[in-house]
């Protein structure tokens, strides 16, 4: 597709399980971002990659979340033994380079975990 | 101290309004700094970008940036009902990533 395409769009799961969220960023774009955004909150940085590796990944919450990209496309977003806190929309977004060379980024409509 | 400060409003105008929305920020660091608007439920859409100091306009909307205040802005002429959203301001920080203002809700009534 044109856009950023993200997987569920919903989730509901039990806490204490592991969930996965899948991103497919826009075509050629070698830039990809994970970001968390909880009710009514704005958008908090988990991880980014350029091609298939992490120069940043300093917003990850815990050592429970994970993520990793093959390919230098899809990526995948790993939550082990998820807890309520975890409930937040994870947004993806992909850009044709970072921001460092004035490249926009792009979001996808998000992934709703709701931890129950 | 969050390194962008945004007013979580929310605000509330009449249709035809001029809004104004604002962030403000401590790394002098920052270079690139954009607009994004969130629906609803929706993932947020680039609405503006700049780099560094200035004016752009576009269409209803116009960016400034006052990289000596670290103070960016965004207006909204004529204010339509179909603007209301949540705003977010958003700069890019030395590590390739961009980092976010809390949001400003703005409904504009009709």
């Known amino acids: 597709g044109a856009g950023v395409s993200q997987s569920p769009s919903n989730k509901v799961t039990e806490k204490g399980k592991d969930v996965e969220l899948r991103c497919d960023p826009i075509?050629?774009?070698?830039?990809l971002y994970w970001y968390r955004q909880s009710l009514g909150q704005g958008l908090e940085f988990l991880i980014y990659f350029q091609g298939n590796s992490a120069p940043d990944k300093s917003g990850l919450p815990s050592d429970r979340f994970s993520a990793e990209r093959t390919g230098g496309s899809v990526s995948t977003l790993t939550i082990q033994r998820t807890q309520q806190e975890d409930s937040a929309v994870y947004l993806c977004?992909?850009?044709?380079?970072?921001?460092?060379?004035?490249?926009?980024?792009?979001f996808g409509e998000g992934s709703w975990l709701t931890v129950v | 101290q969050k390194e962008v400060e945004q007013d979580p409003g929310p605000l509330s105008v009449p249709e035809g309004a001029i809004v104004s929305l604002n962030c403000t920020y401590s790394n002098s660091a920052f270079q690139y700094f954009m607009w994004y608007r969130q629906y609803s439920r929706k993932g947020p859409e680039l609405l503006m970008y700049?780099?560094?100091?200035g004016n752009k306009e576009d269409g209803r909307f116009t960016a400034q940036v006052d990289k000596s205040s670290k103070y960016i802005s965004l207006f909204i002429r004529d204010s339509q009902p179909s603007d209301s959203a949540t705003y977010l301001c958003?700069?890019?920080?030395?590590?390739?990533?961009?980092?976010f203002g809390q949001g400003t809700t703005l409904q504009v009534k009709p």
């Open positions: 958003a700069m890019n920080s030395n590590t390739g990533k961009l980092i």
């Open positions: 700049t780099y560094s100091s």
């Open positions: 075509s050629g774009h070698t830039a």
């Open positions: 977004a992909s850009s044709a380079g970072t921001v460092l060379s004035g490249n926009t980024i792009y």
